[in-house]
């Protein structure tokens, strides 16, 4: 994966603003730097799989991973960081400003909250009850994709297999278990 020098400072201040915010609230767990050097460079991996110029909602954004690092790496991309905990989403607000990142909105809400929307692309990243998370995913296109950072794509897609059907996976360079999984919403 090549980046220009512009993304790789942008993705250094990125994860300066990570570590100092973890410092103060639960905002990561207790990974290492390194550890979240590797999270950012996965989800900039991510940027294979999403077509160019599309909506992306990225599903319990969290700390930002894995949308802010494809919104530093893919700025056609129009990406929305979805977060229900308000200290969160108060960091990637401020992450959004201080960047600043003009192709990302940040909304305080659950998936179950969205409703019908148009979004090309759903990501998705140390998420719990994906299936009940996503539910019909009316906020999804139909024919539209869900990419998921997992170990696990076949675990992960049994629950989702009423509305995705599996894809592709993107191997993680340097990991033997973590992937990139691709699954397409069936209606």
Known sequence: MSLSADARRRLADYLAEVDLWRR???????????????????????????????????????????????AIVRPDLSITL?????????????????????????????????GDSNFDVATVRAVGDLAGTLGESRFLKSGGLLVAWTTSPATLGEPLSEWFSSGSALRVPGSQRRVIAVFQKKR
Do not use: C, M, Y
Not at 28 to 34: A, C, Q, Y
């Open 24 to 70: 103060r609230t639960n905002l990561t767990g207790p990974f290492e730097s390194g550890e979240l050097v590797v999270h950012a460079l996965e989800s900039a991996l991510g940027q294979g799989v999403i077509s160019h110029g599309i909506r992306v909602i990225d599903i319990g954004s969290g700390a930002g991973f894995p949308g802010i690092p494809l």
């Open 82 to 114: 979805l977060e229900p905990r308000k200290k969160r989403t108060a960091f990637l607000a401020h992450v959004q400003r201080k960047l600043p990142l003009s192709n990302v909105e940040t909304l305080e809400k659950r998936a179950q909250e969205l």
